[in-house]
Nanobody, 122 residues
Framework: QVKLVESGGGLVQPGESLKLSCAAS??????????MSWYRQTPDKERELVAR????????DYADSVKGRFTISRDDVRGEAYLQMDNLKPEDTGVYYC?????????????WGQGTQVTVSS
């Protein structure tokens, strides 16, 4: 069983920054075998992909709405993934979830954290 724990959420004003962290742990878990992603969800929307990094130094994908403002990164040795969020906007408000998906796309190796709330409001 792999455990993902997000942290770093909070209440900020528009234009400010936050950095989310995701700590992964579990027997035999090797982050290098996983694509690490961040999703967000609001009450009126389905969970959407915000950013994905397939592997260390590998390709990254971002939602159009966050390109140029958010940066995903990871430390495979520490077993941590991060989401640096700059120039935050009210529409970035939501619960942010960390996801780890094995490179084989095995559904039995697809893990989610419990989420961390981000609120952007003046």
């Amino acid at each position: 069983q792999v455990k993902l724990v997000e942290s770093g959420g909070g209440l900020v004003q528009p234009g400010e920054s936050l950095k989310l962290s995701c700590a992964a742990s579990g027997p035999g878990f090797g982050m290098s075998n996983y694509a690490m992603s961040w999703y967000r969800q609001t009450p009126d929307k389905e969970r959407e992909l915000v950013a994905r990094n397939t592997r260390l130094y590998g390709p990254t994908d971002y939602a159009d709405s966050v390109k140029g403002r958010f940066t995903i990164s990871r430390d495979d040795v520490r077993g941590e993934a991060y989401l640096q969020m700059d120039n935050l906007k009210p529409e970035d408000t939501g619960v942010y979830y960390c996801n780890a998906r094995h490179w084989t796309n095995d559904d039995r190796k697809n893990w989610w954290g419990q989420g961390t709330q981000v609120t952007v409001s003046s």
